[in-house]
């Protein structure tokens, strides 16, 4: 299978912990992108990587938030000292970079449970 | 107000029904329009694109008015593996795909 790839598939975790996720993108793509999805909600945009450069950041990622992309190839999702409203799902996503607008194509998420 | 708004639905409808989604977007600098689809507990996958023109995939037709910002997604003939959540997207620009999605309108299609 050659698409996106995220682990775990759920973490279950205490409150205050640090918990950290991986992605592996499509392998041809240079563009990655974090997502966070709440039951009844549609994905909300974390944060946006072209190769190694993390390029944008939403204000939804605090400061316990930090993303890398060392190589430009796997990416992670650390979260410090994780609080109750963590939980979601986390959605990572890769495209590729081409003129015009080319369509993510998504992992099938970390489900993230706080208690 | 969200930059993508949705009616939550659900849609619930008879097999071979006719249904229609409609969306709207506040930023009128979004570039590109899509929906989505995602089942229960799964990732969100790519439906169709939408374009000014309206384009068509099979049953599914998608229509773009840039003037009123809204977008919307007809299905004809619904068959019971439609049922799912519809997720219209915009793309905010800026040359790197950054997708906003609205909240999901969901399907139900009975026999």
């Known amino acids: 299978d050659t698409g996106v790839s995220q682990n775990p598939r759920h973490k279950i975790t205490k409150r205050g912990q640090n918990v950290t996720f991986r992605c592996d993108p499509i392998?041809?793509?240079?563009?990655l992108y974090w997502y966070r999805q709440t039951l009844g909600q549609g994905p909300e945009f974390l944060t946006y990587?072209?190769?190694?450069?993390?390029?944008?950041k939403s204000r939804l990622l605090s400061d316990r938030f930090s993303a890398e992309r060392p190589k430009g190839s796997f990416s992670t999702l650390e979260i410090q000292r994780t609080e109750q409203g963590d939980s979601a799902m986390y959605l990572c996503?890769?495209?590729?970079?081409?003129?015009?607008?080319?369509?993510?194509?998504f992992g099938n998420g970390t489900r993230l449970t706080v208690t | 107000r969200k930059e993508v708004e949705q009616d939550p639905g659900p849609f619930n409808v008879p097999e071979g029904a006719t249904v229609a989604f409609n969306c709207t977007y506040s930023?009128?600098?979004?570039?590109?329009f899509f929906w989505y689809r995602q089942d229960c507990r799964k990732e969100p996958k790519l439906l169709m694109s939408v374009y000014s023109s309206g384009n068509e995939d099979g049953r599914f037709t998608a229509q773009l008015n840039r003037a009123s910002q809204y977008i919307s997604l007809l299905i004809r003939d619904s068959k019971l593996s439609d049922s799912a959540t519809y997720l219209c997207v915009v793309n905010r620009g800026g040359g790197y795909n950054k997708l906003i999605f609205g909240a999901g309108t969901r399907l139900a299609v009975h026999p």
């Open positions: 996503a890769s495209s590729l970079n081409s003129i015009g607008v080319s369509p993510l194509h």
């Open positions: 990587f072209q190769n190694e450069a993390q390029l944008e």
């Open positions: 930023n009128s600098a979004s570039q590109s």
């Open positions: 392998s041809e793509h240079n563009r």
